[in-house]
Structures are given as structure tokens and as C-alpha cells.
């Protein structure tokens, strides 16, 4: 039987994606549940811990290593086109896939937001319907601009015919006026539920919280 598909997805960048997605591998795994975490595509890879190693870390299955790392900070299909890479999404599809044996659920953390470009032509939602997900689930960060965000990028979606399943909200670094009360303002504006709001925190010790268990709970049904 092959493992549950779950792809994470932004609203942008740089609010907490691979924040979350650790918390949720850490989970997953204390659960007793063999997980495994992949990045396919990575820009902005320098000296410091990319964010696959990170997911590597938090994983209780270790995928045969795979996956296209840029340096340039830059949107993955700019980053390619500047180092001379072509992406190869059907051959990334196909490691994702084949990871799928022997696991209980892989979770795919795709590069940017939703709508980031990964080649001239195909873009990430392009990607995530290829691989066709069990459960997406839509990250956004939980501070002024995310009613926008969010209902921008679940009507889009519509448009592609691609299901988003859930939204988590992420508390920022800096709270401002909105926060903590965004999964409410959002409710009457969209189907898609707002699954919760994750605080800040190590891996570790947010695994554990509750927020975490609200989001394992929908991944496994």
C-alpha cells in the first residue's frame, strides 16, 4: 500500500513552511508512523542548513537522496535559468512517487508560494496537480495581508482545478494588530477550512502542541 500524499504549499515565501513541516514529521513520527519529509526543488541553498537537510533530520524514512538545490535567493525558474539547470519535474515526480513504498505518508514542501514559477513554463500548482496529493494543505502566515493571501490563492486554485484541503496559519516573528484573529476573519470567505493557528517554537517542543495534533488528525483521515 502506498503512503499518503501530502504536498505543503504557500501563500509566499519565508513564513514558515519548513517550520511547520518539521513539526509535523516530528509528530507523525513519535506516533510511530514511518515518514519521510522532501524539498524536490530549493533555491537560495548557501552555507547554512538547507531546508532538506532539515527535513531529512525530522524523518523516520530516509529517501533515496534526490532533488534540485540552487544558490541564487531568487524564484526556482529564474535561479535555473541564471545556473544553467533544467528542472526535471517529471523525474522528480517519480522520486516522490517511488518513495511512497514502504513509508506511511510523504510530505512534499513545495519552493515559494503556490503560484511560484518553476520552469518558463509550469508553475508550482502545475506541479502539485502532477503529483496529485492525497491531502494540500495551503500555509500562510498569520499576520496583516493573509485574508488576502489566502482567499487570492484558493480562488485561484479553483481556476487550475486543483483541491486545496485545509489552511494552517503560522504565527509570525513579529505580531502585529491581526494576529490571532485571521482564522476567524477568513471562515465566512472561503469553503476551505482553517485547520489552525501554529505558534512559534522549536521543532521539538511544537510537535507536541496541539495545534500540531489538530493538523495530523485531518493529514490521516
Known sequence: MKARLVVLAGTGTEIGKTHLAEALLLAMGDAGLRVAGL???ESGVGTGESDRA????ASTFQAQPFGVALKAPVSPHRAAREEGVALPLEALAAGIEATRSGTDFVLVELAGGLFTPLSEVALNVDFARRLAPDFLLLVAPDRLG???DVLATTRAAVATALRIDG???V?????DASTGTNAAELAPFTPVPVLTTVPRGG???LARHPSIAVIVAALRR
Open 39 to 41: 524539498k524536490p526543488v
Open 54 to 57: 532539515r527535513l531529512s533530520r
Open 146 to 148: 493573509v485574508l488576502h
Open 167 to 169: 489552511v494552517a496559519l
Open 171 to 175: 504565527e509570525p516573528d513579529h505580531r
Open 203 to 205: 521543532p521539538s517542543a
